[in-house]
């Protein structure tokens, strides 16, 4: 019997591979290091543009912070299973619309 996840996978496994030594011919270890140290770049600085933001617009602002006060005590039993999380969620994704607009 066949099991189509796990051939997707070794799939893109071994495609994943493929394109790894492709970059290693092509590049050399010398490139693939500037590349691995772009990568880190950019995701530092994103992360650098994300928390300046939040602490520009949602930190500043006194209902964002009651509300995330309240999610924070609502997601707060670590230990156990949450009650009704699709409502605690569903209104999260809805604050978020009207806060930023989203949709």
């Given at each position: 019997?066949?099991?189509?996840s ?27 290091t500037?590349l691995d ?36 005590n ?30």
């Amino acid at each position: 019997m066949i099991n189509r996840s796990t051939d997707c996978v070794v799939f893109l496994l071994t495609k994943c591979r493929m394109i790894g030594l492709c970059m290693q011919r092509t590049v050399g270890t010398w490139g693939l290091t500037g590349l691995d140290r772009l990568l880190c770049f950019m995701i530092v600085q994103e992360l650098q543009n994300f928390t300046s933001f939040v602490e520009r617009r949602v930190l500043r602002d006194k209902t964002w912070v009651e509300w995330l006060n309240k999610l924070s005590n609502e997601l707060e039993p670590v230990n156990s299973l949450i009650s009704q999380l699709h409502a605690i969620l569903r209104s999260a994704v809805c604050v978020c619309n009207v806060r930023f607009k989203l949709m």
